[in-house]
């Protein structure tokens, strides 16, 4: 089974920073598609980006960009000039197939 | 389409009840699946369907749950005699076949408090 790793439970940054987030996974395939999803509190979880494993440019959407290190099997998340509605949980997924598997998340906190 | 729905948004039961939850998924997403996520930690998966058909369980779904997709259109989830340890966040989500390099769409979830 896959495991995916987010080592930081809690991240804090300061408005208009940067702010980066961990996430190391565990697999043997070579073909695999990986996630951040945002979940803000009491609200859906919504899709920050994504990353296929044989694509070796690394996703930009707007602010979010990612590292991804295959070798390393890493795959952090970099948010600039962070904003206040910025503030939630972020989770790691990835998958091969159909099912996704989760990271326990990261929780931003977004400072004024 | 409004993406996914999920019906109730909260639920409160008294230990022993059995409650459903409903989920719509996007019209044209033939895959629906189903996860459970307690506080402070990921989803963890459950249950899948592929149209109609349930093509896996996960080993966290006891005799207790039982989920259907009987028209391959909407789903639900069932867990009879619901104990505490049943409290959590039940997310429902969507994909199409064909499309997991898109990852799923996910609906706001069902929060069940068992009392």
């Known amino acids: 089974a896959q495991t995916v790793t987010q080592s930081q439970p809690e991240m804090s940054v300061q408005e208009a920073e940067t702010v980066t987030l961990s996430c190391t996974y565990d697999?043997?395939?070579?073909?695999?598609?990986l996630f951040w999803y945002k979940q803000p509190p009491s609200r859906q979880m919504i899709l920050v980006i994504r990353?296929?494993?044989?694509?070796?440019q690394n996703a930009t959407e707007n602010r979010f960009s990612v590292n991804f290190q295959k070798a390393a099997k890493s795959f952090s998340l970099k948010i600039s000039d962070s904003q206040l509605g910025d503030a939630a949980m972020y989770f790691c997924?990835?998958?091969?197939?159909?099912?996704?598997?989760f990271g326990a998340g990261t929780t931003v906190t977004v400072r004024a | 389409d409004t993406g996914v729905s999920q019906d109730p948004r909260h639920k409160i039961t008294k230990r022993g009840q059995n409650v459903t939850f409903r989920c719509d998924p996007i019209?044209?997403?033939?895959?629906l699946y189903w996860y459970r996520q307690t506080l402070g930690q990921g989803p963890e998966f459950l249950t899948y369907?592929?149209?109609?058909?349930?093509?896996?369980k996960s080993r966290l779904l006891s005799d207790r749950f039982s989920a259907e997709r009987p028209k391959g259109s909407f789903s639900t989830l069932e867990i009879q005699r619901t104990e505490q340890g049943d409290s959590a966040m039940y997310l429902c989500?969507?994909?199409?076949?064909?499309?997991?390099?898109?990852?799923?769409?996910f609906g706001s979830g069902t929060r069940l408090t068992v009392v």
């Open positions: 989500a969507s994909s199409a076949l064909g499309q997991k390099r898109y990852g799923y769409t």
């Open positions: 990353q296929e494993a044989y694509k070796q």
């Open positions: 369907f592929q149209n109609e058909a349930q093509l896996e």
């Open positions: 997924a990835y998958t091969n197939d159909y099912k996704l598997s």
């Open positions: 697999t043997s395939e070579s073909d695999y598609y």
């Open positions: 019209s044209e997403h033939n895959r």
